[in-house]
Protein backbone atom coordinates (compact mmCIF):
# COMPACT_ATOMS: atom_id res chain seq x y z
CA UNK A 1 0.00 0.00 0.00
CA UNK A 2 2.65 2.78 1.06
CA UNK A 3 2.43 5.77 3.03
CA UNK A 4 -0.40 7.98 2.71
CA UNK A 5 1.68 11.52 3.12
CA UNK A 6 5.49 11.97 2.93
CA UNK A 7 6.58 15.30 4.58
CA UNK A 8 10.24 16.53 3.81
CA UNK A 9 11.87 18.50 6.28
CA UNK A 10 15.01 20.63 5.73
CA UNK A 11 17.83 20.57 8.62
CA UNK A 12 18.04 23.68 10.66
CA UNK A 13 20.57 26.45 10.35
CA UNK A 14 24.87 26.03 10.03
CA UNK A 15 27.46 28.19 10.70
CA UNK A 16 28.06 27.28 6.73
CA UNK A 17 24.73 28.33 5.75
CA UNK A 18 24.71 31.61 7.87
CA UNK A 19 28.39 32.14 5.53
CA UNK A 20 26.85 31.47 2.32
CA UNK A 21 29.49 28.38 1.38
CA UNK A 22 28.30 25.30 -0.24
CA UNK A 23 27.87 22.42 2.42
CA UNK A 24 27.17 19.18 -0.29
CA UNK A 25 28.47 16.22 1.64
CA UNK A 26 31.18 17.77 4.23
CA UNK A 27 29.65 17.48 7.87
CA UNK A 28 28.75 20.39 9.21
CA UNK A 29 26.21 20.66 12.20
CA UNK A 30 23.92 23.20 13.41
CA UNK A 31 24.60 25.89 14.56
CA UNK A 32 22.60 27.27 17.53
CA UNK A 33 19.85 29.50 15.75
CA UNK A 34 19.93 25.55 14.08
CA UNK A 35 19.03 23.96 16.93
CA UNK A 36 16.70 26.82 18.05
CA UNK A 37 14.82 26.18 14.79
CA UNK A 38 14.50 22.96 14.98
CA UNK A 39 13.00 22.93 18.40
CA UNK A 40 10.34 25.35 17.45
CA UNK A 41 9.40 23.60 14.45
CA UNK A 42 9.73 20.04 15.96
CA UNK A 43 6.12 19.98 17.50
CA UNK A 44 4.33 20.85 13.80
CA UNK A 45 6.05 18.21 12.19
CA UNK A 46 5.56 15.61 15.58
CA UNK A 47 1.46 16.69 14.70
CA UNK A 48 1.77 14.66 11.54
CA UNK A 49 2.06 11.90 14.08
CA UNK A 50 4.65 10.29 11.46
CA UNK A 51 4.86 6.37 11.36
CA UNK A 52 8.04 6.05 9.99
CA UNK A 53 11.48 8.64 10.36
CA UNK A 54 14.33 8.16 7.44
CA UNK A 55 16.90 10.86 7.98
CA UNK A 56 20.59 11.96 6.19
CA UNK A 57 23.50 10.24 8.23
CA UNK A 58 25.02 13.66 8.05
CA UNK A 59 24.83 15.35 11.40
CA UNK A 60 22.98 18.39 11.14
CA UNK A 61 19.87 16.26 9.40
CA UNK A 62 20.57 13.99 12.35
CA UNK A 63 20.51 16.35 15.06
CA UNK A 64 17.03 18.15 13.67
CA UNK A 65 15.39 14.80 13.18
CA UNK A 66 16.44 13.93 16.97
CA UNK A 67 13.81 16.97 18.06
CA UNK A 68 11.19 14.91 16.44
CA UNK A 69 11.86 11.56 17.35
CA UNK A 70 12.30 12.73 21.09
CA UNK A 71 8.48 13.99 21.14
CA UNK A 72 6.65 11.14 19.05
CA UNK A 73 8.62 8.02 20.18
CA UNK A 74 9.78 7.06 16.85
CA UNK A 75 13.31 6.55 16.08
CA UNK A 76 14.91 8.04 12.98
CA UNK A 77 16.17 5.40 10.27
CA UNK A 78 19.77 7.00 8.93
CA UNK A 79 19.76 6.32 5.21
CA UNK A 80 23.14 7.41 3.21
CA UNK A 81 21.00 7.75 0.34
CA UNK A 82 19.49 11.00 1.88
CA UNK A 83 22.73 12.77 1.54
CA UNK A 84 22.90 15.85 0.12
CA UNK A 85 23.88 16.46 -3.26
CA UNK A 86 28.26 16.06 -3.26
CA UNK A 87 29.11 19.76 -4.73
CA UNK A 88 33.05 18.36 -4.73
CA UNK A 89 35.50 21.05 -5.02
CA UNK A 90 32.97 23.73 -4.53
CA UNK A 91 32.46 22.67 -0.88
CA UNK A 92 33.23 25.57 1.57
CA UNK A 93 33.41 27.91 -0.89
CA UNK A 94 31.21 30.86 -1.35
CA UNK A 95 29.59 31.41 -4.53
CA UNK A 96 31.50 34.42 -5.31
CA UNK A 97 34.99 32.50 -4.22
CA UNK A 98 33.14 29.59 -7.08
CA UNK A 99 32.60 32.03 -9.43
CA UNK A 100 36.21 33.47 -8.86
CA UNK A 101 37.47 29.99 -9.81
CA UNK A 102 35.80 28.49 -12.33
CA UNK A 103 33.73 31.33 -13.97
CA UNK A 104 32.68 29.20 -17.11
CA UNK A 105 31.62 26.28 -14.96
CA UNK A 106 29.76 28.83 -12.15
CA UNK A 107 27.58 30.60 -14.75
CA UNK A 108 26.56 26.87 -16.17
CA UNK A 109 25.54 26.29 -12.21
CA UNK A 110 24.09 29.45 -11.39
CA UNK A 111 21.97 28.62 -15.36
CA UNK A 112 20.54 25.47 -13.57
CA UNK A 113 23.11 23.52 -15.83
CA UNK A 114 25.61 20.62 -14.81
CA UNK A 115 28.98 22.06 -13.94
CA UNK A 116 31.38 19.59 -14.94
CA UNK A 117 34.74 18.60 -14.20
CA UNK A 118 34.78 19.90 -10.56
CA UNK A 119 33.21 16.95 -8.91
CA UNK A 120 29.42 18.04 -8.60
CA UNK A 121 27.41 15.12 -8.64
CA UNK A 122 24.15 15.03 -11.20
CA UNK A 123 21.02 16.04 -10.07
CA UNK A 124 19.85 12.88 -12.19
CA UNK A 125 22.05 10.92 -9.63
CA UNK A 126 20.89 13.17 -6.80
CA UNK A 127 16.99 12.38 -7.13
CA UNK A 128 17.47 8.71 -8.30
CA UNK A 129 18.81 7.53 -4.88
CA UNK A 130 16.77 9.62 -2.85
CA UNK A 131 13.28 8.44 -4.32
CA UNK A 132 14.83 4.63 -3.79
CA UNK A 133 15.05 5.32 -0.31
CA UNK A 134 11.84 7.12 -0.11
CA UNK A 135 9.94 4.70 -2.15
CA UNK A 136 11.50 1.73 -0.23
CA UNK A 137 10.42 2.52 3.40
CA UNK A 138 6.88 4.20 2.28
CA UNK A 139 6.49 0.36 0.35
CA UNK A 140 6.73 -1.36 4.13
CA UNK A 141 4.11 0.91 5.26
CA UNK A 142 0.36 0.26 5.43
CA UNK A 143 -0.87 4.11 5.25
CA UNK A 144 0.62 6.50 7.33
CA UNK A 145 2.70 9.48 6.93
CA UNK A 146 6.57 9.22 6.43
CA UNK A 147 9.07 12.04 7.61
CA UNK A 148 12.26 12.46 5.73
CA UNK A 149 14.91 14.95 6.71
CA UNK A 150 17.66 15.64 4.43
CA UNK A 151 18.83 18.61 2.47
CA UNK A 152 17.30 21.20 0.29
CA UNK A 153 19.25 20.12 -2.96
CA UNK A 154 18.53 16.47 -2.09
CA UNK A 155 14.71 16.93 -1.21
CA UNK A 156 14.06 19.61 -4.12
CA UNK A 157 15.47 16.67 -6.94
CA UNK A 158 13.97 13.98 -4.76
CA UNK A 159 10.80 15.86 -5.24
CA UNK A 160 11.36 16.13 -8.72
CA UNK A 161 11.58 12.73 -9.01
CA UNK A 162 8.98 11.82 -7.13
CA UNK A 163 6.51 13.88 -9.20
CA UNK A 164 7.82 11.87 -12.35
CA UNK A 165 9.69 15.03 -14.12
CA UNK A 166 13.10 15.59 -14.51
CA UNK A 167 15.78 16.01 -11.78
CA UNK A 168 16.77 18.56 -14.08
CA UNK A 169 13.54 20.51 -13.72
CA UNK A 170 14.52 23.93 -12.26
CA UNK A 171 10.80 24.71 -10.84
CA UNK A 172 11.81 24.09 -7.57
CA UNK A 173 14.10 25.98 -5.80
CA UNK A 174 15.96 24.88 -2.46
CA UNK A 175 13.90 24.69 1.06
CA UNK A 176 15.18 27.11 2.98
CA UNK A 177 16.61 26.24 6.83
CA UNK A 178 14.12 23.78 8.48
CA UNK A 179 11.63 24.79 5.88
CA UNK A 180 9.20 21.47 5.08
CA UNK A 181 8.05 20.12 1.29
CA UNK A 182 4.78 17.85 1.75
CA UNK A 183 3.48 15.11 -0.90
CA UNK A 184 -0.07 13.22 -0.75
CA UNK A 185 -0.28 9.84 -2.59
CA UNK A 186 -3.35 9.73 -4.99
CA UNK A 187 -3.53 6.11 -5.96
CA UNK A 188 -5.02 5.93 -9.79
CA UNK A 189 -4.05 9.21 -10.91
CA UNK A 190 -0.55 10.45 -12.65
CA UNK A 191 1.83 11.31 -10.79
CA UNK A 192 1.22 9.08 -7.67
CA UNK A 193 2.00 12.33 -5.41
CA UNK A 194 0.45 15.29 -5.43
CA UNK A 195 2.15 18.55 -4.18
CA UNK A 196 0.47 20.03 -1.12
CA UNK A 197 3.34 22.26 0.34
CA UNK A 198 6.39 23.58 -0.50
CA UNK A 199 8.88 25.78 1.63
CA UNK A 200 6.62 25.83 4.53
CA UNK A 201 7.67 26.97 8.03
CA UNK A 202 5.62 27.55 10.98
CA UNK A 203 2.03 26.03 10.41
CA UNK A 204 -1.06 28.23 10.04
CA UNK A 205 -4.51 27.58 10.70
CA UNK A 206 -5.23 26.89 7.06
CA UNK A 207 -1.68 25.37 6.49
CA UNK A 208 -2.36 21.64 5.36
CA UNK A 209 0.59 19.63 7.50
CA UNK A 210 -2.32 21.28 10.77
CA UNK A 211 -5.78 19.58 9.06
CA UNK A 212 -4.64 15.93 8.71
CA UNK A 213 -7.21 14.67 11.02
CA UNK A 214 -4.26 15.70 13.82
CA UNK A 215 -6.51 14.52 17.41
Not at 109 to 122: K, S
Not at 135 to 157: T, W, Y
Not at 160 to 180: K, Q, R
Request: glycine share 12%; proline share 4%.
Amino acid sequence: MGADSILLWRHGLTDFNAQGRIQGSSDIPLNEVGHGQARLVAPHIAAIKPGRIICSPLIRARQTAAEVTRLVGVDADVDPRLTERNFGEWEGLTREEIAARDPEQSAVWRAGGQPEGVGVETKQSVGARVVAAIEEVSGQMNGGRLLVVAHGAAIACGLAVLMETDAEWNGLGGLENCHWAYVSRQDNRTPRWRLEGYNRWMAKATDPVRNLEVD
